[in-house]
């Protein structure tokens, strides 16, 4: 059935309204709270960051979030080949970029200027293991945002050298604790909606191509609680015209949002369950990104024995900002 026609596969005996109906306008009420809990703590204040990917989107969010929260951002970060020597403007401050070539001097340079530096990274899939490894091979403790790459070479690289790491592929705490919530329902209560039909619907900005990882992860938990539903049965909606008419994301956020929308039915139709939630921007990630980085700062002062660590571990610690 056509992705035009989800409207009506929704609620078929009631309302017909666009099936992220319960849409608000959403707006950053979280950055000045951020700024006043980080600046609170001077131990992490004044944290040394580098930010590889800066000059992408996430990168960019990242280091807006990280200036306003006081941390000290690096004028360095890594690049292409092509980009090598090339000087990027990020919430106006002047950072290098350098090729692959000369990644490990840099590196080591910049971490023996500032021992208490944390890499964070938002490059890209390919990118993922062969930055890690060398975070690894020079002892620097860092965030990996980046999702993709051959994550079991990932994790071994950091046990084996005992550098410091949080590594998760979702970075938004809310939508991790989400997430948990839905894992331990479906390890709880498993074939609860046994019978029931899902559908599921995943809009995104038009330049992402394939499904989402949180998308997917949910879906997973439905089937472990006994919904009917194959993979390749969710409903991508990247036309931005459907985004506005029918899914209702606000204009000034077609280029980037993630609004997902899960419906559960009855055999007989005569029960419903929704789940839903929706991303506006990239805010929620970048403040997902510092809490992180202030997480495992306060890690490594206290030499934990654990290394690795994810968005569950931060949520974990309590400090929702």
Do not use: W
Request: aromatic share 8%; proline share 5%.
């Amino acid at each position: 059935m056509p992705v035009a026609n989800c409207q009506g596969l929704l609620l078929p005996h009631h309302r017909q309204p666009s099936p992220f109906h319960h849409n608000p306008h959403y707006r950053n009420r979280r950055s000045s709270m951020v700024v006043m809990a980080v600046q609170s703590s001077t131990s992490t204040a004044a944290l040394p960051i580098m930010v590889n990917g800066c000059g992408g989107k996430m990168g960019n969010a990242v280091i807006k979030a990280a200036d306003s929260a006081g941390l000290h951002i690096l004028p360095v970060a890594f690049g292409s080949e092509e980009e090598c020597g090339r000087t990027v403007a990020v919430n106006g401050r002047d950072i290098q970029l350098h090729g692959p070539s000369k990644r490990e001097a840099l590196l080591a340079s910049v971490f023996r200027q500032h021992p208490q530096m944390i890499v964070v990274d938002y490059t890209v899939p390919a990118a993922v293991n062969d930055n890690a490894d060398l975070y690894c091979k020079v002892g620097v403790p860092f965030v990996m945002g980046t999702t993709g790459g051959d994550r079991d070479r990932l994790y071994k690289a950091v046990e084996d050298s005992k550098v410091y790491a949080v590594i998760s592929p979702q970075m938004g705490k809310q939508v991790v604790a989400f997430l948990a919530a839905m894992e331990i329902m479906a390890d709880q209560f498993p074939g609860a909606f046994s019978g029931y039909s899902l559908r599921a619907f995943d809009s995104h900005q038009a330049g992402k191509l394939d499904v989402s990882g949180t998308a997917k992860a949910v879906i997973s938990c439905f089937q472990k609680l006994g919904a009917s539903f194959n993979l390749d049965q969710i409903k991508m909606i990247r036309d931005p015209k459907q985004q506005l008419d029918m899914v209702g994301v606000p204009e000034e956020y077609l280029a980037g949002h993630a609004f997902h929308l899960y419906h559960l039915e009855s055999p007989d139709k005569t029960v419903s369950f929704e789940f839903q939630h929706n991303v506006c921007g990239r805010s929620i990630y970048a403040e997902g990104t510092i809490d992180a980085i202030i997480f495992l700062a306060k890690k490594i002062q206290a030499k934990e024995d654990k290394h690795i660590y994810d968005m569950i571990d931060v949520l974990r610690e309590g400090k929702m900002r």
